[in-house]
């Protein structure tokens, strides 16, 4: 089971539509609920990050009886150091998305913990992409 | 099966399905000309009733006379149950009223309000994981988070509403008066149908203490008769101090639980679509460091329940005012007459709680996930026929609902309208079969020309 999603830089207001459609999907399959948890958060986090560090892009999930796979794709400045990024605390989010209660560094950590599966590819000046697997059981 | 305090009177429902088209959890279908509701998914909050324009959906209540099956009736009042009233008609009278009626004993829902609160205090304390905790107090709100929020049960904290805490002490007070159990007979007044729901089948309870239920309009009714009647001859000691304390009247309105909680970061919230806007964020962990939530389902909460006999803020207004002239008289020293239940309030926090709510719910296609696979893939394929109106033609609310329930109900296609269309185009379907359709969800007779 194939769904997109488009994200459009800058538009926190809609951050989490993608999140909240699969929730959705995943409680009508019985799900259990801590892991509908992980991969909701897990997708959230990418989101905002597509939305505050990137310039827009793609939500692509795919289900299937037993996992969820999901890539989030973005056209944005990239990220340099990837294993930097991922560590706690680590952030360089302008004071403007500060102020909206983001940039904690926590976004990259709290995905690895939420997913089975992470794997972020990222080129400067070009864009990241993130992708993430959550087994069902 | 789960009790339902909310029915339709078949004879009476003209099928309009404005009742349908409200229902937050999508539980109410239009079958043969009529509104159905599916049990599994109402949560009693009452939406359909509101919507009525002829009355059709009704709240059973238990038989009036049923009072005098017990030598020791019981009225549990809530504290809106006063409010309903002019500000210049005293309690007093009402009281006097109530007596006349048959009631042995009168007590107010809300003097176990303190107590409700320390058995919420004493469970925040150990239950920190569980954060935000929610408060048990509406029930329509506790049905809700199990249907369509399983994921939260955990956070509802399991403890009996002051309505069940009230009962328990009444009986223990009466009992303390030398009146044996079997004579006493506690009758609930309702100012709304999850109440109802909640009495007749408890949630983490066996079985209710309560003996019956009596909404609160019907009450109202019987009150302000039974006052015209007594003209100025009534008899009734009035009580010197004031009934309720302040804290306790204000209870049961938006805020009521919160400005006496100790949490650093809570919110109260009323309206089930405020409330359904806020479970959706929370269910997604994106409000964080939330201690506790009070949750109901009425704009206004008990000042706008479903059995109100008069506007909700007109209701506020009287319950503020009451509450201001208890904390006058609070003030001045007097001590309301609900601090009596202090003498039993270890035994009522001892027997407060209820165990875990359930999840129950309604989301899920199917247990096998590989099943429940199969038929959302059935559920997405037959969305692509269907125009995405929610024009509700076909019986269903909205146009997704409709899919879904093809898939679980084995409702038709053609019951479409737009899909008919798009057979006739094709000319792959007879008028007759059109009719057929038509008349599943709409009844035989509504395609008649109208009589002179
Ligand atoms: N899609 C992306 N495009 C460009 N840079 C990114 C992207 N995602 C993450 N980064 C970089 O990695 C850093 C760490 O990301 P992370 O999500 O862990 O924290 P954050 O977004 O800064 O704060 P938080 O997620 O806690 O609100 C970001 O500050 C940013 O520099
Ligand atoms: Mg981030």
Known sequence: ?????????????????????????????????????????????????????????????????????????????????????????????????????????????NMQKNVDKLDVKSTVGVGTTVEMEVNFS | ??????????????????????????????????????????????????????????????????????????????????????????????????????????????????VFAEAKGRYAEHHADDEPLISSFCPAIVRLIQIKYPSLVNNIMPIKAPLDLSAMYALKALGDRGIPREEVGIFYVTPCAAKIAAVKSPVGEK????????NMDSLYNRVYKKIKEQGKSYSFQPSKSPNLSADAILSTLTNGERRLCMAKRSYAIDGLQNVMDFLDKLENDEVEGVEFLELRACDQSCAGALLSCDNRFLIGERMYNRARKAAERERNGEVPRDREIDKYREYLLANANVDKVQPRSMMTLD????????????????????????CGLCGAP????????????????????????????????TRQECLAAMNAVWGTDRMNDPKD
């Open chain 1, 1 to 109: 089971m194939h769904q997109e999603y488009t994200i459009i830089e800058g538009d926190f207001v809609n951050a989490g539509k993608a999140s909240s459609s699969v929730k959705k999907t995943l409680k009508q399959l019985d799900v259990n609920p801590s892991v509908v948890k992980r991969v909701v958060v897990a997708l959230y986090e990418a989101e905002v990050n597509a939305i505050a560090h990137a310039y827009g892009g793609k939500v692509l999930v795919d289900i299937d009886e037993d996992k969820i796979h999901m890539v989030v794709a973005d056209k944005g400045p990239g990220i340099p150091d990837i294993a930097q990024a991922m560590q706690e605390g680590y952030s360089t989010a302008r004071p403007e998305v500060r102020d909206m209660g983001f940039g904690a560094g926590m976004g990259l950590p």
């Open chain 2, 1 to 114: 099966m789960f009790h339902h305090a909310l029915e339709i009177n078949e004879p009476r429902c003209i099928g309009c399905a404005r009742c349908m088209k409200v229902c937050p959890t999508e539980a109410i279908r239009i079958r043969g000309g009529k509104a159905f509701i599916q049990g599994n998914r109402c949560i009693d909050c009452g939406k359909c009733h509101e919507a009525c324009p002829v009355d059709a959906i009704f709240i059973k209540q238990d038989d009036f006379q049923s009072i005098f099956d017990y030598p020791h009736s019981v009225a549990l009042l809530p504290a809106v149950f006063l409010s309903q009233f002019p500000s210049d008609m005293s309690v007093t009278r009402i009281y006097a009223a109530l007596k006349d009626l048959g009631f042995k004993h009168v007590f107010e829902v809300e003097s176990s309000a303190s």
């Open chain 2, 367 to 390: 247990k096998d996930r590989k099943v429940a696979f199969q038929k959302m893939e059935r559920i997405n394929r037959l969305k692509e026929f269907l125009p995405k109106v929610d």
């Open chain 2, 207 to 214: 079985r209710s203490i309560i003996d019956g239920v009596i």
């Open chain 2, 398 to 429: 909205t146009c997704d609902a409709f899919a879904t329930d093809m898939v679980i109900n084995r409702v038709g296609l053609t019951r479409c309208v737009f899909y008919q269309r798009h057979l006739q185009q094709k000319n792959e379907i």
